[in-house]
Each structure stands twice: as structure tokens, then as C-alpha cells.
């Protein structure tokens, strides 16, 4: 059981380049998240999706899009990526339940992407 | 508007001795309140979560929290630390309304042998 994949790992891109970040998961989970970490700010939120088909702006969207047209797969893209985007990315996913949102979310492994 | 506080940035503690990591939050209604984890290179990990009812939370590893409704805050303890305990912790909050968790900015411990 994978949980949560995200690819790539690592990537490095120039200023103004695009780029479309992977997020996979196999525990059927309705929920997707995308966030950035950055040090000494914690984890803040740049999308979410409640279902397949469905996106929503985060805390931080401003130069990222998202698409979630499987339910299994939530895909990040910078379409012109600028050097304030170098940042960890990590995807997360959660079950819905019965208790509405309230069950943990899963965490994939990150990405590392920095923009010269 | 939901908002949390971790205010160490770092906590050292001896092996053996009980740690404490500290949050507080801040919310309109009725709080829902997690503890992750995250080691170097991973991704966060669950630790436990406080929805309603008894305000001692057990979870994993041996961790537990506390929920103090007065004080508006969830602090992380555990008993007797590990070196295997040394991560990076986040505390996150929900209000009853919000699809989306905040997080805190995040505490490092530290576990001396």
C-alpha cells in the first residue's frame, strides 16, 4: 500500500519556466490537499479538493493551479514559476467520514523544488 | 477566522525526563485540534486529534495531549522521552465550519542522550 505518492522529488527550475507537480493516492480518499512549507511558517494550505472534479483555493493560490479529474490524483502546476516558489510542496489526502473532515490527513513525501 | 501558536521554536529535553511542546489557538466555535509529526525528509504523520468529549487524548507512541478550553490551549506530552522522539511538531486546528486545517509554525524538539 503506497498511501500518498508525489513526483518528483526534486526539481529545479529557471524563472518563468512551468511545471505540473504530481500527487497519487490508493486509499480512495475524497479529500486532497496541496501545500507549501517554508521555514518557520508551518504548513500553509495553496488548494484543496472535496471530490473528483472539484477544486478550491487555500490560504496561498496566488500562481498556482490545480485539477483533480481523477479521484485518485491531484495535480499542482506553476504556469510561470518565479524564485518566491522555491518551497517544499507536499500533498496530502483524508477520508471524508462520518464525522465530516475531521479524520487525519495522509502525507505524501514532498517535493523540493527550487526556482532560479 | 482559526489561527494556532506553537511559541518554541525549539524545546530540548533529556532522555527519560517528560517533554511538553506547547500550542494555543484561537477560534470562533467549537475547536477540532491535531497533533503531527514530521522527520527529516518525510512527510507529517498523525500523532492524535481532539474532536469532543475527555480533554486527556491518547495517541501514538505514548504521546498524549491535553485540551484546556479556558486557556484555549493543546499541549503535547509524554511521559519519558526518546531519543527516537527528536522531530519537528506541528499542532493544527479546524473550527466546526472550515473544510481546511491551520497549522502552527512548528517546534523542534530535541531528545539528549
Known amino acids: 500500500n503506497a498511501g500518498v505518492t508525489q513526483t518528483p522529488k526534486f526539481r529545479v527550475l529557471k524563472t518563468g519556466q512551468s511545471m505540473t507537480l504530481l500527487c497519487a493516492q490508493d486509499?480512495?480518499?475524497?479529500?486532497m490537499y496541496w501545500y507549501r512549507q517554508d521555514p518557520g511558517m508551518g504548513l500553509r494550505l495553496i488548494h484543496y479538493?472535496?471530490?473528483?472534479?472539484?477544486?478550491a483555493k487555500g490560504e496561498v493560490p496566488d500562481g498556482y493551479n490545480v485539477s483533480r479529474l481523477k479521484k485518485q490524483n491531484f495535480l499542482l502546476g506553476l504556469e510561470s514559476a518565479a524564485p518566491s516558489q522555491t518551497s517544499v510542496y507536499f500533498c496530502?489526502?483524508?477520508?471524508?467520514?462520518?464525522?465530516?473532515?475531521?479524520?487525519?490527513?495522509?502525507f505524501g513525501d514532498g517535493t523540493r523544488l527550487s526556482i532560479l | 477566522a482559526q489561527s494556532v501558536a506553537q511559541p518554541e521554536d525549539q524545546v530540548n529535553v533529556a532522555e527519560g525526563n517528560p517533554l511538553t511542546v506547547k500550542c494555543t489557538y484561537s477560534?470562533?466555535?467549537?475547536?477540532?485540534l491535531f497533533w503531527y509529526v514530521q522527520y527529516p525528509n518525510r512527510g507529517l504523520q498523525f500523532l492524535l486529534k481532539?474532536?469532543?468529549?475527555?480533554?486527556l487524548v491518547k495517541g501514538s507512541y505514548g504521546f498524549e495531549a491535553e485540551f484546556n478550553k479556558s486557556q484555549t490551549s493543546f499541549h503535547l506530552k509524554k511521559p519519558s522521552a526518546l531519543v527516537s522522539d527528536s522531530a519537528l511538531y506541528f499542532c493544527a486546528v479546524r473550527e466546526g465550519s472550515a473544510r481546511q486545517l491551520t497549522f502552527g509554525s512548528g517546534t523542534q524538539l530535541t531528545v539528549l542522550p
Open positions: 486509499m480512495n480518499h475524497e479529500y
Open positions: 479538493s472535496v471530490g473528483e472534479g472539484t477544486t
Open positions: 477560534v470562533s466555535g467549537n475547536p477540532y
Open positions: 496530502a489526502s483524508s477520508y471524508f467520514g462520518s464525522d465530516r473532515g475531521n479524520q487525519p490527513q495522509h
Open positions: 481532539y474532536i469532543t468529549g475527555d480533554n
